[in-house]
Structure formats: structure tokens, C-alpha cells
């Protein structure tokens, strides 16, 4: 990748450091050997962070956080720093390795070890993840991680919305306590949320994610953010796993009943803090229970689209009541935690998700729609007063606080139903492949009104008909996730079935940019049909079916098609009688 800058302000940074631990200024991934062999005291003002230097009245900034990475490199030769693509605006995506004799992909996978990406500060409000991992390259730095080391590979970034962690206001997440210097905003540049684009691929930092997912090829992946959450709950830390219902049963297994267990019950061993799932009391009476979000099903929510493909992936949500340097503390306990675990049951890890990888979900009824599900047992939820606390810096806006060292007496516990987990409303056949036929015209059709969807109007640029248009948007999303696919090269017969539209109908409301979400009905009939030279055929045969299949499905609730990335075609007017993908159980040659 491209190298990264050194701005002034970093260079002012990495003058408060020892000689030792000079930085240049070159790129992150450039570090001299002296640099690398250099050791010093890893104690002094040099090693704290900008909480920890303000009190915890301000968060990082980028270029403080790079500086940072380097500094922590500069000290452990473990620590081989990269970058792995750019955000909307050019800054550099930064990447900390650690485990591997390098940085690339090449010298990762050929450790063997199992590999764990962790990214923070997807909403730059939310940057307790990326101060906790900080605070995690320092522990690193000062050898005392060495032992996960034996049989981990770490990928850490801890600024993956860098864009809008520069974006700082004191008025940001008015009801978030601290820290009060203001944080950054939860979109990126373009307005978009980073959480909302596992599957349309529309930003910088999302493909940039996706490409390192598929050339890093991590067996576990973490997510980091903060939630407004109850106002009193007592849960410090709440965490979810990916819920679409289509995920692997191993991997959700060792997840749900095994890891989260484990670590839940570790924290509260030796801290005393109560973790539990992500989610809020609602209802009332008979009604009142503990739920988690069945958006969450949908993998354009990121820890979702790890679930789907085959990644063991958590999201963490600390409590944004709770005081700044709490929530730093409790994220990084997770990580101690987590990573402990993943460290001593490597193997298990690796073999799970390798057997999901090899799992083939073809002739499978698989979920296109989902609901929660209550648990059959009640679970312990707990609740804590918060207090008002008056904002220094805004005015009328007070904050919510759970002061530190709240008198443990005012914690309460309610034994409650729990809807945490999701199962189908409705499911559809996974077939052997997915077939977008190309039209046999290829004279360039009349442009139309441009159809809803997209950030700022455009799907992938194409000229040519409509199908043409549409194929090039699809094989550019494709590529961009990873998922394989192919273009036939001479007319041949088809056996397979297509999608009767019954309707076609599109959201007024405008959602993530100007998209409109576009909803089919009706039903797939056998067919027989010559499939044109030039058709796009996408097996499902290969690691990534569980995301192939949610993607191409005309039923999907978060597919190509409920994005308008299929509106070359099906914005028509008049309207198409038939989805523009087929899919048979048939081998296409």
C-alpha cells in the first residue's frame, strides 16, 4: 500500500519519545532495522495515550494513533506494521501484525496460527474500542501477550472510521458519557454507516475490509463499539454474535455456548463486572423481556457478514453510561479475555471454521427472512441507576453517567425471558449455482431516469442495455467481497428455474444515501432456456455460498436486489415479469 505521511502534529508526538524510539516519519510498514532492534523503558509519560495524558477528556486522533502503532513497534520487532487500503477521504487504513515474521498476507497465512482481526472505531463516537487497542499494542510492546503469540496471529486496526474520527464536536453523542474534549461522528465522509455495508459494498472502507478478509483469511474477527443502550442496565459490557440463521451450527456453538460463557464468567470472577448479550428491556406485564435486535440478522451489519463467511465473529458493545475510562477498561478486558481463549483453543478454532469453509449448503433450505426467538430459560438481567450530570462544554444537554464505584447495593436483578437468538419466517432452496443471463441484444438501450439507490446515483458506471449495466454492477460487488464467479463463453442450454414476479414494489423513504429498499414477491417455476454467451454463472460450491446466496435470492431482506443494485433491470417500466437471476441444481459447463 501506499506509504503513510507523518504530519507535524505526529512529529511533535513522537518527540516526546526517547531517542531509542525515534520515529522517521516513513512509511508505516517501513522500519529500519535499527528501529526494529531498539528497546527502552516501558515506563514514563511516552506510553500513555491521549486519555490517559487528559484524564480522559479527550480520545486519539488519527494522526495520534499512528504515531502511537509506530512507537509500539518501534519497541517489539513482533509488531510488523501495514496498511490495507484507504478510507473515503485517502487516509491510509492501518494495520498492526503481530505473530508473523511480516506484515502480508503471505507471511500470515503461512504461520499456520490461527489468525484474529480486530478493528475498532466503526462509529468514531464510539472510540473505546480504539483506545483499548492501544492500550493492547502497549501490553504487547512490553512482551506480556508473548504467549498468545506461540499460536495467534493479531491483525489490529483501531481506527477503521478514520475519516470520522476527525470529525470531532463536544456535541457528538450528547448522551454519552465523555469523554467531554468531543469524539467523532458515527458516518464516515460520505455520510454512510460503516455498520450498514457488509453487503452493498458502497465505501471505501468497507471494500477495503472485505479485501483484506479474503487475503488475510482470519478465523475470528471483533468489532468494537459503544451503546446508548438502557439507561439502567447494569450490564457494563454487552456482545453479540453474528445472527442470521443460515451460520454455520458448529461455529455458533462454540460461540454461543463455550467462548462467551467462559469469558463472561472469568470477568465477573475477577473484576466483578456483569456482561451479558447485547440488547434492552422492552415491553410490558407478560410482555416484558431482554431483547437483542433481529436487524442484526441481516450481514450488512459487520459482525453478521463475519458470520457469514465462516468467521467467528463478535461484536462488543460496552455501556456509553458508564464513565469513558471504564469503557475503555471493559473493552479491553474482552479482548484479554477472548484472546485468551482463542490462544489456548486454537486448534478448535481453526478446525470449526475450516470445516464451515468445506461445508456445502447446496439443496439446503436456507433462511431469507427472519424473527427472535425466546430462550428457554429466563436469564438474569441486571439493572443500576444512572445519574444526570451537566455537560461542561454544551449547553442544556446534560449526559448520563454510572458513576464508578457505585454502591453495589443499588444493583438489582430480574429474572427475565430472553429473545437473543433468530430463526427463519421464511426459506428458499440453496442452489448448485446462480446464473445471471446476459440479454442476447447488445445494442446499447436508452439510458433511463436514473432508479433509486446508490450514494449520489451511480451503480458501477457501465454503459450499454440494462443487463449489461446491472451485470457490471454485480460482477463489481462480486469481486468485491471475494466470492468467485465466472462468464460463459458460447451459447448453451439451461435446466433450472426463474422467478415469477408477483410485485415489485420500493420503499419511499430514502435509507443509507438515496437507496430505496426493493421488495419482490411471487415464485420460482422450472425452466428451460438457452443461457446467451457472455451470462455470469456464480457456484455455490466455494467458501462464501452462505454470503452468495443472500446476496442473489429475489426474497432476500438484504440481497443486491433489496439494495437497488439491481435497478438497471428491475426499475424498468414497465416492470420485468421475471427476476433477472436464475438458479438451477444443475452443473453449468
Excluded at 454507516?193 to 482470519?218: I, V
Excluded at 453479540?240 to 467462548?259: C, F, G, H, I, Y
Excluded at 470449526?352 to 447446496?362: D, L, P, T
Aim: net charge positive; charged share 20%.
Amino acid at each position: 500500500m501506499k506509504p503513510l505521511s507523518v504530519s507535524p502534529v505526529t512529529r511533535v508526538l513522537c518527540a516526546l519519545t526517547s531517542t531509542a524510539l525515534f520515529l522517521t516519519g516513513g512509511a508505516l510498514s517501513a522500519q529500519t532495522p535499527a528501529a526494529k532492534t531498539a528497546r527502552a523503558s516501558t515506563t514514563g509519560a511516552q506510553w500513555l495515550t491521549r486519555p490517559e495524558r487528559t484524564d480522559y477528556a479527550e480520545t486519539s486522533r488519527y494522526d495520534d494513533v499512528i504515531a502511537y502503532m509506530k512507537q509500539m513497534a518501534a519497541v517489539n520487532p513482533n509488531i510488523h506494521l501495514t496498511t490495507y487500503g484507504y478510507t473515503t477521504e485517502g487516509r491510509p487504513l492501518p494495520l498492526a501484525v503481530i505473530g508473523a515474521p511480516g506484515a502480508s498476507a503471505e507471511q500470515v497465512l503461512a504461520t499456520n496460527k490461527t489468525r484474529v482481526y480486530i478493528q475498532g472505531n466503526i462509529h468514531a463516537g464510539e472510540v473505546e474500542g480504539k483506545e483499548a487497542l492501544l492500550w493492547l499494542l502497549r501490553s504487547i510492546a512490553k512482551g506480556e501477550r508473548n504467549a498468545w503469540l506461540k499460536s495467534t496471529v493479531l491483525l489490529i486496526n483501531p481506527i477503521y472510521n478514520a475519516d470520522g474520527n476527525e470529525r470531532v464536536s463536544v456535541s457528538n453523542r450528547g448522551s454519552q458519557a465523555g469523554p467531554v474534549g468531543g469524539m467523532g461522528t458515527r458516518e464516515n465522509a460520505q455520510g454512510l454507516d460503516l455498520n450498514r455495508d457488509g453487503t452493498k459494498m458502497e465505501t471505501a472502507e468497507a471494500r477495503s475490509m472485505a479485501s483484506l478478509l479474503t487475503r488475510y483469511q482470519p478465523h475470528v474477527a471483533m468489532d468494537l463499539h459503544t451503546t446508548d443502550g438502557s439507561s439502567n442496565s447494569g450490564f457494563t459490557m454487552t456482545y453479540e454474535t453474528s445472527l442470521n440463521p443460515n451460520n454455520s451450527k458448529a461455529q455458533m456453538s462454540l460461540l454461543r455456548d463455550v467462548l462467551l460463557p467462559e469469558i463472561t464468567k472469568n470477568v465477573k470472577t475477577k473484576h466483578g463486572a456483569d456482561w451479558f448479550y447485547y440488547g434492552g428491556v422492552s415491553g410490558t406485564g407478560e410482555q416484558r423481556a431482554w431483547r437483542s435486535d433481529a436487524e442484526l440478522a441481516k450481514p450488512r451489519y459487520t459482525s453478521t457478514y463475519y458470520g457469514v463467511r465462516n468467521i467467528l465473529g463478535l461484536l462488543t458493545e460496552t455501556y456509553s453510561y458508564a464513565s469513558f475510562k471504564t469503557r475503555i477498561t471493559e473493552t479491553y478486558w474482552f479482548l484479554e479475555e477472548s484472546l485468551s481463549y482463542v490462544a489456548s483453543h486454537g486448534a478448535t478454532v481453526r478446525d470449526v471454521v475450516a470445516k464451515a469453509n468445506a461445508e456445502s449448503i447446496i439443496g439446503q433450505q436456507l433462511a431469507v427472512r427472519q424473527q427472535l426467538v425466546k430462550a428457554p430459560a429466563l436469564q438474569a438481567i441486571v439493572f443500576a441507576p444512572t445519574i444526570s450530570v451537566r455537560n461542561p462544554y454544551v449547553a442544556d444537554r446534560p449526559y448520563r453517567l454510572r458513576p464508578d464505584g457505585q454502591d453495589r447495593a443499588l444493583v438489582t436483578t430480574e429474572m427475565l425471558p430472553f429473545f437473543g437468538t433468530a430463526e427463519p419466517t421464511e426459506t428458499t432452496l440453496a442452489p448448485r449455482v446462480w446464473v445471471v443471463p446476459m440479454t442476447a441484444s447488445t445494442a446499447a438501450a436508452p439510458t433511463p431516469a436514473p432508479a433509486p439507490g446508490g450514494f449520489g446515483g451511480g451503480r458501477g458506471g457501465a454503459q450499454g442495455t440494462p443487463t449489461q449495466r446491472m451485470m457490471a454492477t454485480v460482477i463489481d460487488r462480486l469481486e468485491a467481497h471475494g466470492i468467485r464467479y465466472r462468464v460463459t463463453t458460447a451459447d448453451q442450454p439451461f435446466s433450472g428455474d426463474r422467478f415469477k414476479i408477483a410485485t415489485n414494489t420500493l420503499e419511499t423513504r430514502e435509507y443509507q444515501g438515496t437507496h430505496k429498499a426493493r421488495t419482490l414477491t411471487g415464485a420460482w417455476e422450472a425452466a428451460e432456456q438457452t443461457l446467451p454467451a457472455g451470462s455470469l454463472v456464480i457456484p455455490m460450491d466455494q467458501p462464501l455460498a452462505r454470503l452468495a446466496f443472500i446476496l442473489m435470492d429475489p426474497r432476500s431482506d438484504d440481497g443486491f436486489m433489496w439494495w437497488n443494485l439491481l435497478d438497471a433491470v428491475l426499475g424498468q417500466s414497465p416492470a420485468p415479469a421475471y427476476y433477472p437471476v436464475w438458479r438451477s441444481m444443475n452443473a453449468v459447463p
